[in-house]
């Protein structure tokens, strides 16, 4: 099973300032990694698949990077509507589909 | 629109068994594989369950091998987990999700809001 950390567990972020979010897999996943954004009390959303093709609908400000074991999600200009938290996914070795424990941005 | 609305959670005693159902609209169920993925209180996300269109093919993680099967029925649009010899370990908010596979991408494109399940005495 694939074993998927995420870092740093918490992001204090003030709005208007860049976060940068990081994921790591115990093994390569090629680019075969999503990114889910939760809001209190509601469903997953995706962001990003393929590392950093962001789904439909999803703003310009979230971006993927990364392949292998390594991989980051940016969000350029948080707005107030982006305090969360992040989730990472990978989907190359399944089953099972593993999760990251989540990065939670909150308002520094 | 498209929507995935989970019922059947509930307070069950240990041992005990629930069946969760996932009403599926807005899309063509019978395309797509489905998947269900929990989260305990204040925890992350744990992928559970997944089965493919025609429901030949299934796959578990290996906590609930044995006491969880999920299935479909693509004329009632429907999927559902049943869940047996339940644990305290399996409370849980219970999501269904559509996941799209074009490979070599498999990811979970829409979301139900979720049922809640408490295994407890």
């Known amino acids: 099973e694939i074993v998927m950390t995420q870092s740093p567990a918490t992001l204090s972020v003030s709005p208007g300032e860049r976060a940068t979010l990081s994921c790591r897999a115990s093994?390569?996943?090629?680019?075969?990694l999503a990114w889910y954004q939760q809001k209190p009390g509601q469903a997953p959303r995706l962001l990003i698949y393929g590392a950093s093709i962001r789904a439909t609908g999803i703003p310009a400000r979230f971006s993927g990077s990364g392949s292998g074991t390594e991989f980051t999600l940016t969000i350029s200009i948080l707005q107030s509507e982006d305090f969360a938290v992040y989730y990472c996914q990978q989907y190359n070795n399944w089953p099972p589909f593993t999760f990251g424990p989540g990065t939670k941005v909150d308002i520094k | 629109e498209v929507q995935l609305v989970e019922s059947g959670g509930g307070l069950v005693q240990p041992g005990g068994s629930l069946r969760l159902s996932c009403a599926a609209s807005?899309?063509?169920?019978?395309?797509?594989?489905m998947s269900w993925v929990r989260q305990a209180p204040g925890k992350g996300l744990e992928w559970v369950a997944n089965i493919k269109q025609d429901g030949s093919e299934k796959y578990y993680v290996d906590s609930v091998k044995g006491r969880f099967t999920i299935s479909r029925d693509n004329a009632k649009n429907s999927l559902y987990l049943q869940m047996n010899s339940l644990r305290a370990e399996d409370t849980a908010v219970y999501y269904c999700?559509?996941?799209?596979?074009?490979?070599?991408?498999?990811?979970?494109?829409?979301w139900g809001k979720g049922t809640t399940v408490t295994v407890s005495s």
């Open positions: 093994q390569s996943v090629s680019s075969n």
């Open positions: 807005g899309f063509t169920f019978s395309s797509y594989w």
């Open positions: 999700a559509r996941d799209v596979l074009r490979f070599p991408h498999y990811y979970m494109d829409v």
